[in-house]
DNA sequence: CGACAGACTTGGGTAGACGTAT
DNA sequence: ATACGTCTACCCAAGTCTGTCG
C-alpha cells in the first residue's frame, strides 16, 4: 500500500481592499481592521443575491461578524441597517468585469497558471500509479448558504488553516510539507480509508475529506461493486416482493410499518430518510421520516383506487410530489398508521432506517435501502431502451430514445432543475423556427395545388414533372417540421428534469455500452470525455450482450 | 439500545469554457 | 469575428450507512 501526495493546495489568503473602497456605517466611512473587512466583502459580493434579504440570513451574519470584530468595531457597528456594502460590492463587480475583458493572452496565463497548480497539487501516487485527486484544494471561507430554508444560513465559514487539516498518506511515502511557517494538525498513515487529507467544518462541526477523482482505478472498482450488489438484488427482488406483501398483514405494527416502507422504497424509488437533528438543517424528509402531514388518502380519485398523494420535501429541498394508486392492504395500513396522530407526527413512528437495514441485510448480503434506487433505476434504463429502440431509427431517432430512457429513470428517482434561465427566450426561438417553417409547409402546398392546377389544363410532360418537384419540396419541409416540433417536445420534457444524476450514479454504464454496442452508436455521443474517464472500467468490460 | 463520529455517495447550482450561428 | 446559448467542471452541501462508545 502505497499512497503519496503534496497535501491540498490552500486558497489565496485575503487582499486588503483599495483605499479608495469604501465601507460606510450610518452614512459615514469606517477604515475596519483586515478580519473585520475581509467578512464584510462576504457579504457585499453576494449582495444582490434574493438571500441576503433573508432575516435569519441577515441574523446569523451579523451575529458571527461581530464575534470577529474588535472591540472599538463592535462600540459602533450595531445595526446591519445601518452598514452600508454597496462601494465594495462594486469594486468586485468591476474586478470581475475586468477580468472578463482580459486579452486571449493574459487569459492564456492565468490558464497556464492554474494548470501548473493542476499540474503540482492534482494528483497522488497510490500503489505505483498517479491518479487525479477530485477536490485538491481547501474550501475558500465565506458566508454559509445552505439550500432550502437552512437555520445556519449566513453563518461565517471560517478558512481552513494547515494548523486545522489532517493528512493522511503511507508511512513510507514523502510527507507533504506543510506551507512555510505552518504545521499540520496531524499525520496519519492510515490504509483503511481513502482519503488524502481531511478537517472539520466550523458550520456543521463534520469533516470534509480530499478523495480521488471519479477516473480513478480506486473509485472505479467501488462503483462497479456497487452496480454487482443492485445486480444481485435482481435475483432475489421478486422474494422479497412477496415477503413484504406477507408482511402487511402481519400482528406487529413494527413490522406492518417497515413493510409498507418498503414498498415504497421499491415502487417509488424513495431515499431511506434517516433522522435528522431539527434546527440543525433544512426540515427535509425520505420515506422512514415521512410525517403525516406529508401524505394524504384519497380512496378515489381520477378514476383511480386507493390513491395516495405524497408532498415533502426531500434532499436538497427538493419538493415530491406525486400521487399513486397503491394497493389495498397498503391504504389499510396507512389509515390505520395515521390514526389518532397529529399531522407532525411520524407516519412509521415505530420504525428507523437501521432497523430496515438490518432487514434487509438478512435478507441479502449488502443490502440496504438505497440499493433498491441503484437497482430500480438500471432496470428501468434497461427495459425503456428495449422498448423505445427502432433498430430501423438513424443515430438522431436512436439518441432521442436513449434520453427517453434517461428521462425516464431521473422521473422515477425525482431528479429536477430548477428551469433553466434561457429556457423561455430559447424556446420562443425555437417555435418562431416552428411558425417560420409552417408557413414554408402552407405556401409549398399552395404550390403544389398550383401546379396540380397546371397540369390539369395541360395534361403536358412538363407540368407534371413540376407537381412532382413541388410534392417533393414539401416532404422535406414536413419531416423539417416534424423534427423541429420533437425537438420542441424534447425540450419542454426536460425543462424540469436533471439527467446527470442518474446518468452519473445510478445507472450501471455497462447497460449504455451495451446499448452503443449493438446499435451502433459510437460511445462519444452519450458519454463525454469525463464521464468516459469515470467509465472506462464498463466500457472495456461490457460487449453487447451485456444483461444487467 | 441510542447518540455520535466518521467515511463515503449523491445532489443541484453556477461560472466560465466552448462551440455554433450569424 | 463576435455574440450567444449550451455544456462542463467545479463547488460544496446533503444525504446514506457503519462502527463505536457509554
Excluded at 85 to 111: C, G, M, P, T, W
Excluded at 249 to 274: H, M, P
Excluded at 283 to 308: A, F, M, W, Y
Amino acid at each position: 500500500m502505497q499512497l503519496e501526495h503534496r497535501g491540498p493546495y490552500f486558497v489565496p489568503l485575503y487582499e486588503p481592499l483599495p483605499e479608495d473602497v469604501r465601507f460606510y456605517y450610518d452614512g459615514k466611512p469606517l477604515k475596519l481592521s483586515l478580519a473585520t473587512e475581509e467578512i464584510a466583502t462576504f457579504y457585499a459580493k453576494m449582495l444582490d443575491h434574493e438571500y441576503t434579504t433573508k432575516e435569519i440570513f441577515q441574523n446569523n451574519f451579523f451575529h458571527d461578524w461581530r464575534k470577529e470584530m474588535t472591540s472599538e468595531e463592535q462600540e459602533i457597528i450595531k445595526e446591519l441597517d445601518k452598514c452600508d456594502f454597496r462601494e465594495i460590492h462594486k469594486y468586485f463587480v468591476d474586478k470581475n468585469e475586468a477580468r472578463k475583458a482580459l486579452s486571449k493572452e493574459e487569459k492564456q496565463k492565468l490558464k497556464e497558471e492554474a494548470d501548473k497548480i493542476q499540474e503540482e497539487y492534482g494528483y497522488c501516487i497510490l500503489d505505483g500509479h498517479r491518479e487525479k485527486i477530485g477536490n485538491f484544494k481547501t474550501e475558500p471561507p465565506g458566508l454559509f448558504r445552505g439550500r432550502g430554508e437552512h437555520p445556519k444560513m449566513g453563518m461565517l465559514k471560517k478558512r481552513v488553516m494547515p494548523e486545522d487539516v489532517v493528512i493522511n498518506c503511507s508511512r513510507d511515502s514523502k510527507i507533504p510539507e506543510p506551507p512555510e511557517g505552518h504545521k499540520w494538525k496531524e499525520v496519519r498513515f492510515d490504509n483503511t480509508v481513502t482519503w488524502l487529507a481531511s478537517w472539520t467544518e466550523n458550520i456543521q462541526n463534520t469533516l470534509k475529506y480530499i478523495m480521488l477523482n471519479p477516473s480513478s482505478k480506486l473509485k472505479g472498482e467501488k462503483d462497479w461493486e456497487k452496480y454487482e450488489v443492485a445486480r444481485r438484488l435482481k435475483d432475489v427482488v421478486h422474494t422479497i416482493r412477496a415477503q413484504y406483501r406477507k408482511d402487511w398483514e402481519s400482528t406487529e405494527i413494527k413490522k406492518r410499518q417497515r413493510a409498507v416502507a418498503l414498498y415504497f422504497i421499491d415502487k417509488l424509488a424513495l431515499r431511506a430518510g434517516n433522522e435528522k437533528e431539527e434546527g440543525e438543517t433544512a426540515d427535509t424528509v425520505g420515506c422512514c421520516s415521512l410525517r403525516v402531514e406529508h401524505i394524504q388518502l384519497h380512496p378515489r380519485l381520477d378514476g383511480q383506487e386507493h390513491v395516495v398523494e405524497f408532498d415533502f420535501l426531500g434532499k436538497d429541498s427538493i419538493r415530491y410530489y406525486n400521487k399513486v394508486s397503491v394497493e389495498k392492504p397498503v391504504f389499510k395500513n396507512l389509515k390505520l398508521f395515521m390514526k389518532n396522530k397529529d399531522p407532525t407526527d411520524d407516519l412509521f413512528d415505530q420504525l428507523t432506517t437501521t432497523f430496515l437495514n438490518k432487514h434487509l441485510q438478512h435478507l441479502m448480503d449488502g443490502l440496504t435501502a438505497k440499493v433498491f434506487r441503484t437497482y430500480n433505476a438500471s432496470i428501468t434504463l434497461q427495459e425503456q431502451l428495449k422498448a423505445l429502440t427502432n433498430p430501423e431509427d438513424n443515430v438522431a431517432g436512436k439518441l432521442l430514445s436513449y434520453n427517453r430512457a434517461n428521462r425516464a429513470v431521473a422521473i422515477l428517482c425525482n431528479h429536477q432543475r430548477s428551469v433553466p434561465k434561457t429556457f423561455a427566450r430559447s424556446m420562443q426561438v425555437l417555435q418562431e423556427k416552428i411558425d417560420a417553417k409552417k408557413k414554408q409547409v402552407e405556401e409549398a402546398q399552395a404550390e403544389v395545388k398550383k401546379a396540380e392546377d397546371e397540369f390539369n389544363e395541360t395534361k403536358d410532360a412538363k407540368a407534371e414533372a413540376n407537381v412532382e418537384k413541388k410534392k417533393k419540396l414539401l416532404k422535406r419541409l414536413e419531416e423539417q417540421l416534424a423534427r423541429l416540433n420533437v425537438q420542441a417536445t424534447d425540450k419542454e420534457e426536460n425543462k424540469q428534469i436533471a439527467l446527470g444524476t442518474s446518468k452519473l450514479n445510478y445507472l450501471d454504464p455497462r447497460i449504455s455500452v451495451a446499448w452503443c454496442k449493438k446499435f451502433g452508436i459510437p460511445i462519444e455521443r452519450i458519454y463525454n470525455k469525463t464521464q468516459r474517464e469515470k467509465f472506462a472500467w464498463a466500457i472495456d468490460m461490457a460487449g453487447e450482450d451485456f444483461e444487467f
